[in-house]
């Protein structure tokens, strides 16, 4: 069995284990073999690194992961993460169902409108919140306007709580909607004919049938959490994340004992993951091509219904870009009148949003390109090592930015020969960013080279037709849109990625989340609302092309 995140289940929405399909029993050749195991041992680094400088490192490790510095921060984050994982679940399936299997009004342009928080960076959205209800913030004023003199401070566990749980709540929403639309809507007029309420009717029939969906996006939100540096950080909630960023460079013993807890956490939720798609494999959740889905009536609940919507896209999704454009329209305003002026200018602006979108379409061809030869060792020869090193590939997925930058941020430093030729480069930015999002382009790759029959390849080979012109003619047309598809996948996560961005990139390469981030943390309010509205524009087109549009036309 194996693990990828791009070859998802059409009802969880995320990574799921699949039987490794040979279509072509002969050996691999060596050359395509040799680069997969570099490919596998270049993806193991980091985080064998990092535990090689735990164990090798001052003071005792185990002393070092027992004590209350590293676990206080341990019991924050599996806390957040539960709190996240619960109410997202909530929250999603929730939304899912009142779109999927209800009459609510307008619930085919809510299909449309309740993923796109997904195009908000967490740390924007976080910092989108703390700032609108401050003092001479936008939400201050409204409150101050009918009468409220406090507003609520989003600091600490319910700050980061709610900036999550509004900016993830995608992640479980997306496959349970897939997975209700596809529910044959017999079994619960079956259930309604033997006398079942509407309630209990869900609780029997429609929750088991989605329990899959959910917990799998559950189980992606908990992943996603613990590995969240930016919004963490600006709430002043003391996670791994937090406690490895401040202690990097002070007390680099206890980091590297937090980044090994947090690199085990990570792998228990993956852990998880897979035990519960195991059990998973062996049901077969109820289809029909022929019985259409259910529309549930609501009735006097339809007013509830519209207001959950709203509120959630008011918060979510209205609420962080009217306040994006109250700070930049005012700086602006501000700046053409004679006030305070503005501490970037529009090459500030630019310089950054060009760096974004070459580094990251530079990442996904590199990614692209780097797990390509596994792809082919899984998809089309029988191979030990292309399984193996898929396995690697994925797993670290799983292993947050944050870690993976400070293992090539330490080792570029202390190697006198990396430090010499690779530190603050480009090279050691985007392999950082293959390791990070390599596996959202081996699933995709993975299919589209099985996808490849053997019957065309042999017709080609009949004729004459080399490797090199079998590539360009058979191959190429048949697996572009699938490689295309992955390194979109990995574009979209290049953009927002922060942490690696922070520590990796040379100095002299200002991108657009960390321009965005030192911003925020420097109170320039305007400047980071100007390049968070750039930033969050692109990001919602790829999200759009990349996961609505693809969403829909699944269905």
């Given at each position: 069995?194996?693990?990828?995140?791009?070859?998802?289940?059409?009802?969880?929405?995320?990574?799921?284990?699949?039987?490794r399909?040979?279509?072509?029993?002969?050996?691999?050749?060596?050359?395509?073999?040799?680069?997969?195991?570099?490919?596998?041992?270049l993806?193991?680094f980091?985080?064998?690194?990092?535990?090689?400088?735990?164990?090798?490192?001052?003071?005792?490790?185990?002393d070092?992961?027992s004590s209350?510095?590293?676990?206080e921060?341990?019991?924050r984050s599996?806390?957040?993460?539960?709190?996240?994982?619960?109410?997202t679940?909530?929250?999603?399936?929730?939304?899912?169902?009142?779109?999927?299997?209800?009459?609510l009004?307008?619930?085919?342009?809510?299909?449309?409108?309740?993923?796109l928080?997904?195009?908000?960076?967490?740390?924007?959205?976080?910092?989108?919140?703390?700032?609108?209800?401050?003092?001479?913030?936008l939400?201050?004023?409204?409150?101050?306007?009918?009468?409220?003199?406090?507003?609520?401070?989003?600091?600490?566990?319910?700050?980061a709580?709610?900036?999550?749980?509004?900016?993830?709540?995608?992640?479980?929403?997306?496959?349970?909607?897939?997975?209700?639309?596809?529910?044959?809507?017999?079994?619960?007029?079956?259930?309604?004919?033997?006398?079942?309420?509407?309630?209990?009717?869900?609780?029997r029939?429609?929750?088991?049938?989605?329990?899959?969906?959910?917990?799998?996006g559950?189980?992606?939100?908990?992943?996603?959490?613990?590995?969240?540096?930016?919004?963490?950080?600006?709430?002043?909630?003391?996670?791994?994340?937090?406690?490895i960023?401040?202690?990097?460079?002070?007390?680099?013993?206890?980091?590297?004992?937090?980044?090994?807890?947090?690199?085990?956490l990570?792998?228990?939720?993956?852990?998880?993951?897979?035990?519960?798609?195991?059990?998973?494999?062996g049901?077969?959740p109820?289809?029909?091509?022929t019985s259409?889905?259910?529309?549930?009536?609501?009735?006097?609940w339809?007013?509830?219904?519209?207001?959950?919507?709203?509120?959630?896209?008011?918060l979510?999704?209205?609420?962080p870009?009217?306040?994006?454009?109250?700070?930049?329209?005012t700086?602006?305003?501000?700046?053409?009148?004679?006030?305070?002026?503005?501490?970037?200018?529009?090459?500030?602006?630019?310089?950054?949003?060009?760096?974004?979108?070459?580094?990251s379409v530079v990442?996904?061809?590199?990614?692209?390109?780097?797990?390509?030869?596994?792809a082919?060792?899984?998809?089309?020869?029988r191979?030990?090592?292309?399984?193996?090193?898929?396995?690697i590939?994925?797993?670290?997925?799983?292993?947050?930015?944050l870690?993976?930058?400070?293992?090539?941020?330490?080792?570029?430093?202390?190697?006198?020969?990396?430090?010499?030729?690779?530190?603050?480069?480009?090279?050691?930015?985007?392999?950082?960013?293959?390791?990070?999002?390599g596996?959202?382009?081996?699933?995709a790759?993975?299919?589209?080279?099985?996808?490849?029959?053997?019957?065309l390849?042999?017709?080609?080979r009949?004729?004459?037709?080399?490797?090199?012109?079998?590539?360009?003619?058979v191959?190429?047309?048949?697996?572009?849109p699938?490689?295309?598809?992955?390194?979109?996948?990995?574009?979209?996560?290049?953009?927002?990625?922060l942490p690696?961005?922070?520590?990796?990139?040379?100095?002299?390469f200002?991108?657009?989340?960390?321009k965005?981030?030192?911003?925020?943390?420097d109170?320039?309010?305007?400047?980071?609302?100007?390049?968070?509205?750039?930033?969050?524009?692109?990001?919602?087109?790829?999200?759009?092309?990349l996961?609505?549009?693809?969403?829909h036309?699944?269905?």
């Amino acid at each position: 069995m194996e693990f990828s995140p791009a070859n998802q289940d059409p009802d969880s929405g995320i990574a799921t284990p699949q039987r490794r399909t040979v279509f072509n029993h002969r050996q691999a050749p060596r050359p395509v073999t040799a680069a997969a195991l570099v490919v596998g041992i270049l993806f193991a680094f980091p985080a064998l690194y990092l535990v090689w400088r735990t164990i090798t490192g001052d003071g005792d490790p185990i002393d070092l992961l027992s004590s209350a510095r590293t676990l206080e921060p341990l019991r924050r984050s599996v806390v957040l993460a539960a709190l996240v994982s619960a109410s997202t679940a909530v929250l999603g399936t929730t939304l899912a169902w009142l779109t999927a299997r209800t009459d609510l009004p307008g619930r085919r342009l809510w299909r449309i409108l309740l993923p796109l928080p997904l195009a908000y960076p967490t740390f924007v959205g976080a910092a989108a919140f703390i700032r609108t209800l401050n003092p001479g913030g936008l939400a201050n004023d409204l409150f101050q306007a009918i009468g409220i003199d406090r507003t609520p401070e989003l600091r600490g566990l319910f700050g980061a709580w709610l900036a999550l749980t509004l900016f993830t709540y995608p992640y479980v929403y997306l496959p349970v909607a897939a997975r209700l639309r596809n529910l044959p809507g017999s079994l619960e007029e079956s259930a309604r004919i033997l006398g079942n309420s509407g309630f209990t009717t869900f609780r029997r029939v429609v929750l088991p049938q989605t329990t899959s969906a959910i917990s799998a996006g559950a189980l992606l939100v908990a992943l996603y959490t613990i590995s969240d540096f930016g919004a963490v950080q600006l709430m002043r909630y003391d996670t791994l994340t937090r406690a490895i960023w401040t202690t990097r460079l002070a007390d680099q013993p206890t980091s590297f004992a937090l980044s090994v807890i947090l690199l085990a956490l990570a792998a228990l939720v993956v852990a998880a993951e897979r035990i519960g798609n195991r059990r998973r494999s062996g049901q077969r959740p109820a289809r029909s091509t022929t019985s259409r889905p259910l529309t549930v009536p609501l009735g006097r609940w339809r007013v509830g219904g519209l207001a959950l919507v709203f509120i959630t896209l008011g918060l979510a999704l209205v609420a962080p870009a009217a306040a994006l454009a109250d700070w930049g329209i005012t700086g602006l305003i501000r700046d053409a009148t004679g006030g305070r002026p503005l501490v970037i200018n529009a090459s500030d602006v630019i310089g950054p949003a060009w760096n974004t979108v070459w580094i990251s379409v530079v990442a996904a061809g590199a990614a692209v390109l780097a797990v390509l030869p596994t792809a082919a060792l899984i998809g089309r020869y029988r191979s030990r090592v292309g399984p193996t090193t898929g396995n690697i590939i994925t797993s670290t997925f799983a292993m947050p930015g944050l870690l993976i930058a400070l293992a090539m941020f330490f080792w570029t430093l202390r190697s006198g020969w990396a430090a010499d030729h690779l530190r603050g480069t480009i090279f050691v930015l985007v392999f950082a960013y293959v390791v990070r999002f390599g596996a959202q382009a081996l699933g995709a790759a993975h299919v589209a080279v099985a996808a490849v029959p053997d019957r065309l390849h042999d017709s080609a080979r009949v004729l004459g037709a080399g490797p090199l012109r079998r590539l360009a003619t058979v191959d190429a047309p048949i697996i572009s849109p699938g490689l295309l598809a992955g390194g979109g996948l990995v574009l979209l996560s290049t953009m927002k990625e922060l942490p690696i961005t922070l520590l990796v990139a040379p100095f002299d390469f200002p991108t657009l989340t960390t321009k965005i981030f030192q911003s925020f943390e420097d109170a320039f309010v305007a400047e980071a609302g100007l390049l968070a509205m750039v930033l969050v524009a692109l990001s919602g087109l790829l999200t759009w092309f990349l996961v609505i549009r693809r969403a829909h036309q699944l269905d």
